[in-house]
């Protein structure tokens, strides 16, 4: 059996205005047990999630300001994953897609000097870039500070440290990170809120745009003939 994915999309809340700003598209694999998360993000195959984001995006335009999407650093040098994400920034116009440079820590490093110009790319055709999991694995300050006048957007996942939860370390590094986003004129989203406490933190924090289950888990988006594949 051919391995058969798709894209599941979970808003993203601007607290402000009370709306539904955007949507990421969350990968998923199916299998006997229904839809999963893949293993390895860094081992799908790139043409066919190329073909996926392509056709995915082409339901999905006009119909939010922003739509998020995933790339590693292997697939942001991968000349067959940028034409995809290119093209999928001409179906969703206006609607900007916004990538997201995950933690993903592949089978090689690749210096600054490799990922600015294919970023820089990126912004010429109109989309923007987010700096995924800051704080989390090659994600930290370190890592990424380099790559910080470039990103429209930062995204800090409550889920990555939810043992530490009530750990005053956490409100600073948000903290930290959200002067870095208002230093640079950036969104600052906070994902992985699961609850009522969640919520009221990011109050305190003053953080406006979040994400996670307490607001909308991920749907399935589903592509044309879905129906008949799924059920074979």
């Known amino acids: 059996m051919e391995n058969i994915y798709r894209y599941f999309v979970q808003p993203q809340i601007d607290m402000h205005t009370q709306t539904i700003m955007g949507y990421e598209l969350l990968i998923k694999k199916w299998t006997p047990e229904g839809w999963r998360l893949p293993e390895s993000f860094v081992d799908i195959d790139v ?3 190329s073909k996926l984001l ?6 999905l335009g006009l119909k939010v300001q922003y739509c998020s999407v995933n790339v590693n650093r292997e697939q942001l040098l991968d ?5 995809a994400i290119i093209q999928s920034q001409m179906q969703l116009f206006p609607t900007k897609l916004v990538v997201e440079l995950t933690e993903d820590k592949g089978p090689k490093e690749y210096p600054d000097s490799r990922l600015i110009p294919q970023l820089r790319r990126f912004m010429e055709h109109g989309m ?3 700096l995924d999991d ?3 694995g090659v994600n930290n300050f370190d890592h990424v500070k380099n790559l ?3 990103a429209s957007e930062l995204k800090f996942a409550l889920q990555n440290f939810r043992s530490n939860i009530e750990d005053p370390n956490l409100r600073e590094k948000l903290m930290k990170w959200k002067h870095l986003a208002d230093r640079f004129g950036q969104r ?4 992985g809120i699961e609850d009522n406490q969640d919520d009221l933190m990011s109050d305190s924090l003053g953080i406006n745009f979040r994400q996670g289950y307490y607001y909308g888990k991920p749907e399935l988006l589903p592509l044309p003939g879905d129906a008949t594949l799924l059920s074979a």
Do not use: F, Y
Not at 54 to 59: E, G, K, L, N, P
Not at 79 to 83: A, E, K, L, P
């Open 54 to 59: 392509v056709a995915s995006t082409r339901i």
């Open 134 to 136: 800051v704080d989390t």
């Open 79 to 83: 000349t067959q994953m940028t034409d």
């Open 47 to 49: 043409g066919i999630v």
């Open 128 to 130: 923007q870039i987010s």
């Open 148 to 150: 910080l006048p470039l």
């Open 188 to 191: 600052l989203v906070l994902e």
